[in-house]
């Protein structure tokens, strides 16, 4: 199968009710963070996708779209690699989406020991850590709310994690 959509935009905007509209409108199954979950193999291929060695065949076998995370990270690999799929990008009000993340996904404990194939996928492919992110807003931020700032902390949180 190749892809036919692809999702650009990131989880908690949505995806899963895109998902489940694409799969209505006969272009699934649609491959979401959910599929991730339910395949033993799918974060140590991803992995390997972060380390510029996607194998999206077998990452995609059997979907005829993508949505969310993991997949919304490599939007422009995909695009290129399924030049005649159809590229969806959904959004959400930064603060709401921020909100969100910190209440569902991004709301785990800390890590302990070595990291599982599940966290260095999220390491690698979701990015910079919430701890990070918080380290960057305290020592370099105003507290104002605006789309600027969040712009501003996803750069510090990226040079941060490239230093730490």
């Not at 692809?6 to 209505?24: F, V």
């Not at 690999?77 to 209440?103: C, G, H």
Request: net charge negative; glycine share 8%; proline share 7%.
């Amino acid at each position: 199968m190749t892809l036919k959509v692809i999702g650009a935009g990131l989880g908690r905007t949505g995806t899963l009710s895109l998902k489940l509209a694409l799969e209505r409108l006969g272009l699934g199954p649609c491959h979401h963070m959910m599929e991730v979950f339910a395949r033993p193999e799918a974060p140590e291929l991803w992995c390997e996708a972060a380390d510029g060695r996607p194998d999206w065949e077998r990452i995609f076998d059997g979907y005829n779209s993508t949505v969310d995370w993991p997949s919304a990270s490599f939007y422009r690999q995909l695009a290129e690699a399924y030049p005649d799929a159809k590229v969806i990008l959904t959004e959400r009000d930064p603060e709401a989406w921020f909100a969100s993340t910190q209440a569902t996904i991004f709301n785990f404990p800390p890590q302990q020991g070595e990291p599982n194939p599940w966290q260095r996928m999220v390491a690698k492919v979701i990015g910079g850590s919430t701890i990070t992110q918080q380290l960057a807003k305290n020592l370099f931020l105003s507290g104002e709310r605006t789309l600027l700032r969040k712009g501003q902390e996803l750069v510090l949180t990226l040079m941060l994690e490239t230093l730490l």
